[in-house]
């Protein structure tokens, strides 16, 4: 597997300076541009199309949320990476339907950073699982999906996707890596990444999990457990 290319994100140029410290020469990442600004951030995304982009909140002008927004409409299925000094429930919720991958104090030692984007490298989204493991906002969650979907009920049940797109949401849906799926389906990687973009770009969603919810409340796809057989 090749390198994943990030884009660093971070008004102070120190702190830009720490993380590619530690990324330069990593066998799994390499770094494809650095930016000050949210400006400067979307311009060098659309430039440089990187696999991730590492984003600090407290930005000058736009937010990081809103920046992260702008990129995820235009890169679907890049990986973001949010670094924020507020732990609200209502941010995580907001970063989550944005199509946030990770959403990590500040203070978050080298090697938790290391894991997270390792982990988003996969396919993976850290935020549900830091999501929903808390009560609290595991409800508002919920909540917020019901008002979601509330408006859709008795909608056409037709589904715009593809057979193989179903295929892949319903692995996606059982808890599978893109590595996985790719091995399963006999394609390549990218043509995964490919076919989710297309998937959210159909369902007019922000990430998988909003994918995942949208399509079985419609019966479009079943869940296909991780450890089962085939």
Same mark, same amino acid.
Do not use: C
């Given at each position: 597997? $090749? /390198?994943?290319?990030?884009?660093?994100?971070?008004?102070? #140029?120190?702190?830009?300076?720490?993380?590619?410290?530690? &990324?330069?020469?990593? #066998?799994?990442?390499?770094?494809?541009?650095?930016?000050?600004?949210?400006?400067?951030?979307?311009?060098?995304?659309?430039?440089t199309?990187?696999?991730? *982009?590492?984003?600090?909140?407290?930005?000058?002008?736009?937010?990081? &949320?809103?920046?992260?927004?702008?990129? /995820?409409?235009?890169?679907?299925?890049?990986?973001?990476?949010?670094?924020?000094?507020?732990?609200d429930?209502?941010?995580?919720?907001? %970063?989550?339907?944005?199509?946030?991958?990770?959403? *990590?104090?500040?203070?978050?030692?080298?090697?938790?950073?290391?894991?997270?984007?390792?982990?988003?490298?996969?396919?993976?989204?850290?935020?549900?699982?830091?999501?929903?493991?808390?009560?609290?906002?595991? !409800?508002?969650?919920? !909540?917020?999906?019901?008002?979601?979907?509330?408006?859709e009920?008795?909608e056409?049940?037709? $589904?715009?996707? $593809? #057979?193989?797109? @179903?295929?892949v949401?319903?692995?996606?849906?059982?808890?599978?890596?893109?590595?996985e799926?790719?091995?399963? &389906?006999?394609? !390549?990687?990218?043509?995964? /990444?490919?076919?989710?973009?297309? @998937?959210?770009? /159909? &369902?007019?969603?922000?990430?998988?999990?909003? %994918? *995942?919810?949208?399509?079985?409340?419609?019966?479009?796809?079943?869940?296909?457990?991780?450890? !089962?057989?085939g």
């Open positions: 597997m $090749s /390198k994943s290319g990030v884009v660093l994100v971070h008004a102070h #140029p120190l702190f830009r300076q720490g993380l590619r410290y530690h &990324l330069t020469g990593h #066998p799994e990442f390499r770094i494809t541009g650095e930016a000050g600004n949210g400006q400067q951030a979307i311009q060098l995304v659309d430039y199309d990187p696999d991730m *982009v590492l984003i600090e909140m407290d930005l000058p002008g736009v937010n990081g &949320l809103e920046v992260a927004r702008a990129i /995820k409409r235009s890169h679907p299925t890049v990986g973001v990476v949010l670094l924020s000094a507020d732990a429930p209502q941010m995580m919720i907001r %970063a989550m339907r944005a199509g946030i991958a990770a959403y *990590v104090p500040h203070n978050i030692p080298w090697e938790d950073l290391l894991k997270i984007l390792q982990d988003v490298r996969r396919g993976d989204y850290p935020i549900n699982e830091v999501v929903l493991r808390e009560p609290e906002i595991a !409800s508002l969650v919920l !909540s917020e999906f019901r008002t979601l979907t509330a408006d009920e008795g056409n049940i037709y $589904s715009p996707l $593809s #057979p193989r797109e @179903i295929e949401l319903e692995l996606v849906a059982g808890g599978r890596t893109n590595k799926i790719a091995s399963r &389906l006999e394609i !390549s990687n990218q043509t995964v /990444k490919n076919h989710i973009s297309s @998937i959210l770009r /159909k &369902l007019a969603v922000n990430d998988r999990t909003q %994918a *995942v919810v949208y399509a079985m409340r419609r019966g479009w796809i079943k869940v296909v457990q991780a450890g !089962s057989a």
